[in-house]
């Protein structure tokens, strides 16, 4: 292939490029939820029964989530996932009050236990003991549902901590209960806090405390912060987290926060070239791949990747809401950066490379020539986009008029202002003699 | 009828020097309750005074002669003996007693607008302002009857003379309130928008203690031409402005604000079904016109928009992005905008394409060089005079007793040079 030739194709199809794009057309469930376990499979494939239009996959996921409350005891929840099944799946998954009643029975029996055993502790004041009592009453209640109760016991176990140890079991337990309430300033303060404890953590839980960083920036748009975080988690995270989060995740949370925060060497720097993320990026391939192509300018592909994706990031619990944010910023990026280096850009050529018509590029090119983005001008007529360089002489001479123009505007109506206020001194003063 | 034979003398006799004018004018004093008791009989007198040789004598005489109720018919014949003083009077004697002057002045314009000519009242009016006022910085009483009568006779032009110079010493904070209200309509006749707003700002940004209506009235055209020249608004008035306007403005003018709100979307249709609903209001305050100018403004500065980001466009898309009817529509728009030096473009008939230029100025010429100069020059005696008020209030005794007393309030360890007042 001629060089030149390679700049006109940038990014169209190329023929060396042959391998098909792994299309994302079907979420597969069963897969998806191996990833997870306990509570958070269990929201996850809720969140994707909520949200998926597809009868199949809903059922499929309801069924899965059944067979998962079954293991635990939140009667609640399957009561509300009884609901929604409603009998669609056969009468193996229907109502079963029998198991209702039992695990109710047991919970109200060990709720006993666990008060009495913590009040017998709270009277002999055993430090040690009591951190257990409340760790204990806080497990009870997160496995019941409570959610808030099971917070508030967590931290109640502060008090006694004795250790940096139990600190850090405490942060934890708090930060696995507020993601799932959805509190994500409680993460936040609750990963700091985990950071400040004297004694250096192991691997592992730096890694779980990075992701629960990033997973709080995600949440509060924060999407720069975000990536920076969920970069920096370790390769040993492996599938210690995965009661909140798969190493896939981390790979595609934080490569698509940096793809639409990051500037070009930060995106190599911190991302393409960095060893520990490479590793989670494996997992993922389309969003490794992606990556390379918006770092190699291959637009078209790597915008096809991220359509692919959608559909599937959409049912994610965590990124769903950010999606088209994301995606939006992805695009504006690569639209910057594609015209960043020439002096003319034929928008035949640039469509092409987005995959797009060229009217609908001219209208979001408008829209961040607008918003100062891209310093262009587009020739209609031709359908050439003409890089604008700003005549610094010329801007200056018209900002010093103006400015100028407005000083002179400011002082005289002060000078007036100040002439009334001291009529109007005067005048009270005439009053007074 | 033998006093007023003798004044007559002692006003002719007495109008050559300084010093005789002085006395004169104690003379003329004590004399004004009397000439007012006898005003019917002051015509015959007023024919043996020369208003311009002996101006004093014939202000007072003049004064007295129309202080009673006139009907039409008698105006007619007053108006151009009234003209003919201000036109011939001589400017030292009149400054000496500013008080009849002003008043003869205003009963000039009363009588004017009683007999439906104000045009006959510009010319001696701006006489009458010229004569008056000691500087050109000097706003007198007489500013806001002159705008006033250039508005009534639409005679735009004469009244942008007189708003040309930068006043800054004002009598009344009435006369200046009027003089900018009526100053910013001129200027809006004349399509002088900048001018305009700055004179419409300076009402409503003006201290005061309780809201006035003139302030509202020109906050309501400071939100109009805002939108006309800027295309936007913003709400917040500066710092600067005064806790009641602050506080009120925006109450009395909700329907402007509302309108202000409906142009920012950028949507013509919503801008004019609001125009359309809340016609009433507007044409009440006589804003109507101005509103169809804001309504108009809003296909400019859409325009003015596309030049940012395109280099050409043809007439179609112009019509479409700015929602105008036609393509032709859009021709005649353009073509208004590059007539008014509003835009720089070039309209290509034959594909029907516009083509956006860069502002042409390449701040070179001579011309641009001396009107550098001269903003610089003007600024430099701005602020000269700022320097001097600075001064002039650091010494000001009202003003180091007020700081004075609030400095006390503080340690008397931060010491500084601005001298306290100590308790004895």
Known sequence: MEPEDE?????????????????????????????????????????????????????????????????????????????????????????????????????????????????????????????????????????HGALGDAFKSYVRTRDYCTTSKHIISMCMNAILVSIEMGQFTHVTSYVSKAEQTPEALDQITIAKLRCAAGLAHLETKKYKLAARKFLETGPELGSHYNEVIAPQDVATYGGLCALASFDRTELKNKVIDNVNFRNFLELVPEVRELINDFYSSHYASCLEYLGNLKPNLLLDIHLHDHVETLYDQIRHKALIQYTHPFVSVDLHMMANAFKTSVAGLEKELEALITDNQIQARIDSHNKIL???????????????????????????????????????????????? | MGSMEN???????????????????????????????????????????????????????????????????????????????????????????????????????????????????????RTAVRKLQTTFEHLTTLHPEFLLLCLLSKSYKIGLSVLEDDIFDIDQPRDLFLYCYYGGMICIGQKRFRKALELLHNVVTAPMNIINAIAVEAYKKYILVSLIHYGQFSTSLPKYASSAAQRNLKNFCQPYIELATTYSSGKIAELETYVQTNREKFDNDKNLGLVKQVVSSMYKHNIQRLTQTYLTLSLQDIASTVQLGSPKEAEMHVLQMIQDGEIFATINQKDGMVRFLEDPEQYKTCEMIEHIDSSIRRIMTLSRKLNAMDELMSYDPLYLTKVGRERQRFDFDDFDTVPQKFPI
Not at chain 1, 405 to 424: P, T
Not at chain 2, 61 to 77: D, H, M, N, R, Y
């Open chain 1, 7 to 143: 700049i006109y194709e940038n990014g169209g199809e190329q023929p060396a490029r042959s391998k098909p794009i792994i299309s994302g057309e079907q979420l597969d469930v069963e897969a998806y939820a191996s990833l997870y376990k306990d509570r958070t499979k269990v929201a996850r494939l809720l969140f994707i029964a909520d949200h998926c239009n597809n009868e199949a996959m809903q059922l499929e996921a309801l069924r899965m989530a059944y067979d998962e409350i079954k293991r635990g005891e939140n009667t609640l929840l399957f009561r509300e996932v009884v609901e929604k099944i409603g009998g669609r799946l056969g009468d193996k998954y229907g109502m079963d009050s029998a198991w209702c009643e039992t695990v109710d029975r047991r919970a109200e029996q060990k709720k006993e236990r666990l008060e009495s055993e913590l009040n017998s502790y709270r009277t002999n004041l055993i430090k040690e003991s009591i951190r257990m009592g409340y760790n204990d009453f806080g497990d009870f209640h997160y496995a």
């Open chain 1, 386 to 433: 003409y890089a604008r360089h700003a005549d610094q002489r010329n801007a200056t001479f018209q900002r010093v008029l103006q400015t100028g123009g407005e000083f002179d505007q400011d002082v005289r109506s002060m000078l007036l202002r100040a002439n009334l206020i001291k009529y109007d001194h005067n005048l009270r003063a005439l009053r007074k003699l």
């Open chain 2, 7 to 125: 004044l007559v003398t002692q006003i002719q006799g007495l109008s050559g020097s300084v010093e005789d004018i002085a006395h004169l004018h104690n003379i003329l004093k004590l004399a004004d309750e009397a000439l007012h008791s006898e005003s019917s009989m002051l015509s015959a007198v007023l024919d043996q005074v020369d208003p311009a040789r002996h101006s004093l004598g014939y202000l007072y005489i003049l004064e007295a002669f129309t202080s009673g109720p006139v009907s039409k018919e008698q105006a007619l014949t007053l108006v151009p003996i009234l003209a003919r003083f201000i036109n011939f009077c001589d400017a030292q004697q009149i400054r000496l007693a500013p008080d009849k002057f002003v008043s003869v002045c205003k009963r000039f314009k009363d009588h004017v607008l009683l007999i439906e000519s104000p045009l006959r009242g510009v010319s001696p009016m």
